[in-house]
């Protein structure tokens, strides 16, 4: 068996049947360079040798009436890789628009947990004869990293690289064991639990002083619930709304030279941005800047103080968006300088001290506040958390085969949260910078626009390269 973290176990915890906690990734695939051409068959069973030497992906929940801890990940002994890959075909005309309305309608849907946390599916009737792939994984068992880990042992370099030993099988999470489960819970709850409370209480006590003495001289993170209120904050239904986009990384990393800035900095401003201009259109803009919530990966920091084990190793730094700057360049120049105070004020924080709070969080009553809170739309009663979520994660700069054929683009979409109904993910791979947006359409009914808006402020900061 193996326990599954506070924060992995929150993801659960957390979900409701409108605050779906699972991560998504779509993947546009040229078969063109497939040998043999396209089979849907034969493509799933490359798949399943694939998830033989990964065990990630064949590990299940289990959990006990009389277990005071968080859940356990178990093998799957009756793992079948035919209730994991399908295939769907998209209506016609089988366009973009048809693509993101059937992924949004997919995005939408829980995950069976009496199996592994994992869904593929394979979109066929596309009108420029691709197919798709949508990957749909449970945030409990993924995070950023992990998900990137996951699609790296799916692709191959090329797109003849032969297919691994079928029988490579690896077990690593064991099978159930419900009275080992309930004791090594009740010692976690009773004796690991109150030491680990006496190491964080020291270390958490200084950080609202920190942040307080920085908020005083400016060099200070937003702090959380000061966000100004925009049509993204309201209360969401399980319904999703997709919108993708693909941008040359090229010209990215061109603006990123001529002003002096990160690849960071251009996707926060070019957010800022592109969120003004919607907010604009509909009348909403704030006249202060949004804020965003950054996740932040700590695989490989120091564990040593705060030791918390699981899978989701991250965390969260908060960031103004110069939504409030119309001049693009001004604007580019302002992410920079929130984006450097964020990460500074950021670093100053113990990396682990979140995942270490999230090991005490409660799982009934946790459950019964989110669907209290979702029922009740609290959400609109008190000042938002934050706007968005921004994710960038850096990909490989060369081409990657699925199967044999070629991707020619990974969009990847993180989760929302009542009174926070707006992600944005950027995913950089093979020369493109790949923009997934996801929402609630009661919330965002156009959320194609955000998607066009990226393209306009590229092009804006380009033609500034010129000036």
Known sequence: ???????????????????????????????????????????????????????????????????????????????????????????????????????????GQTLDRGKPLWELWIIEGSADGRIAAMLRMHHAGVDGVTTADVLAQLCTLSPDEPDPDPDRLMQTAGGSNR??????GAVNYFVQRPISMAKLLPTTAAVPFE???RSRSKTSMPVPFAAPRTVFNGPISPHRAIATTQLSLADVKRVKNRFGVKINDVVLAMVGGALRDYLESHQDLPDRPLVALVPVSVHGADESGLVVNGTNKVTGMFTELPSDIADPVERLEKAGELSRRAKE????????????????????????????????????????????????????????????????????????????????TVFSVDGHLNVGILTCPDEVPDVEEIAAAFDRQLKELIEACDD
């Open 345 to 424: 004020h950021h670093a100053d924080i113990d990396p682990n001290i979140l995942r270490a709070w999230a090991q005490f969080a409660p799982g009934m009553t946790l459950s019964t506040l989110m669907k209290f809170y979702g029922d009740r739309k609290l959400s609109m009663n008190h000042p938002p958390v934050y706007n968005v979520t921004v994710s960038n994660v850096a990909g490989p700069d060369f081409p990657l085969y699925f199967c044999g054929a070629r991707i020619a683009a990974i969009y990847p979409l993180g989760p929302i949260f009542h009174g926070l109904a707006l992600n944005i």
């Open 211 to 213: 942040w307080l003495r």
């Open 179 to 184: 009275t080992a489960m309930v004791l090594r």
């Open 1 to 107: 068996m193996q326990r599954l973290s506070g924060l992995d176990a929150s993801f659960l915890y957390m979900e409701t049947r409108s605050q779906l906690m699972h991560v998504v990734g779509i993947m546009e695939l040229d078969t063109s360079t497939m040998s043999g051409g396209y089979s849907f068959v034969r493509m799933r069973t490359q798949i399943a040798h694939r998830v033989a030497g990964m065990p990630m992906l064949r590990r299940k929940l289990d959990n006990s009436a009389l277990n005071i801890d968080h859940p356990v990940w178990i093998e799957d002994d009756d793992f079948d890789i035919e209730r994991h890959v399908h295939r769907v075909a998209m209506p016609a005309p089988g366009g973009k628009a048809e693509l993101a309305e059937l992924c949004g309608h997919l995005a």
